[in-house]
């Protein structure tokens, strides 16, 4: 077994891992609750039901905040700006 096997090196690119937290940082300025919802389901591995409950809001709520935290977070590590660009 070689060592990139070992440690499980794949030939996709990595996520920038301070480009992610920057990005987050950014989302929690403007909605923090997004934030959470992030850090919830992505990290902490919760389900929307389980996010729902530990945020006390509806299960509606955290996929709406889930869709648009996803789509504000790809456009902010793309680097397009907002106005297309």
């Known amino acids: 077994m070689t060592l990139d096997d070992a440690l499980g090196v794949s030939s996709q690119p ?21 934030t959470q919802v992030v ?17 006390k809001i509806s299960p509606d709520t955290v996929m709406r905040d889930w869709k648009f935290a996803r789509a504000w977070l790809a456009r902010e590590l793309s680097g397009e700006r907002p106005d297309g660009t």
Request: aromatic fraction near 6%; hydrophobic fraction near 45%; avoid cysteine.
């Open 14 to 34: 990595a996520v920038d891992l301070v480009a992610l937290d920057d990005a987050l940082k950014g989302l929690g300025k403007l909605d923090p609750r997004k």
């Open 39 to 55: 850090e919830l389901r992505f990290f902490g591995g919760l389900s929307v039901e389980e996010t729902a409950e530990v945020l």
